[in-house]
């Protein structure tokens, strides 16, 4: 139906549960996925504004960035885990504009919270898989 968040379809009916919900409210960015290779945040994108666009969740990050995902397990990202799918969906399209960032670039552009504060990680892994590390 109309309105309801492109993350209950991911989750509820399509069974992608990678992707979290957190606040709802598009503050934390734990649902973040990619809509035609942009980074949104599912739990307030309206799903009928996705039909006939490619949507990519962290279950199929490997086809599009696998060195990153090796690099987030290399450089062990997760503590918790629970707001990492969000934040590597932003690292990916963060390596998408920007293939080898510097550390203030991959800082500006992380803004997904991460209650553990895994943050330092997440610059390693990005500059890893960008070939920097």
Not at 36 to 42: K, L, P, T, V
Not at 83 to 94: E, F, K, T, W
Request: charged share 15%; with cysteine; proline share 5%.
């Amino acid at each position: 139906p109309s309105g309801m968040p492109l993350l209950w379809v991911l989750r509820d009916i399509l069974g992608f549960t990678g992707t979290k919900y957190s606040c709802g409210i598009e503050k934390c960015f734990a649902c973040t996925v990619m809509v035609n290779g942009q980074a949104e945040h599912s739990c307030v994108f309206d799903a009928t504004s996705a039909i006939g666009k490619q949507v990519v969740t962290v279950e199929g990050l490997g086809a599009v960035n696998p060195k990153l995902q090796d690099a987030w397990v290399a450089e062990q990202v997760p503590q918790c885990g629970y707001c990492q799918s969000g934040a590597i969906m932003a690292a990916v399209r963060l390596l998408q504009v920007t293939p080898n960032p510097t550390d203030a670039q991959i800082d500006s552009a992380m803004s997904n919270i991460c209650a553990c504060g895994t943050y330092p990680r997440m610059r390693k892994a990005i500059h890893r898989a960008a070939g920097a590390a």
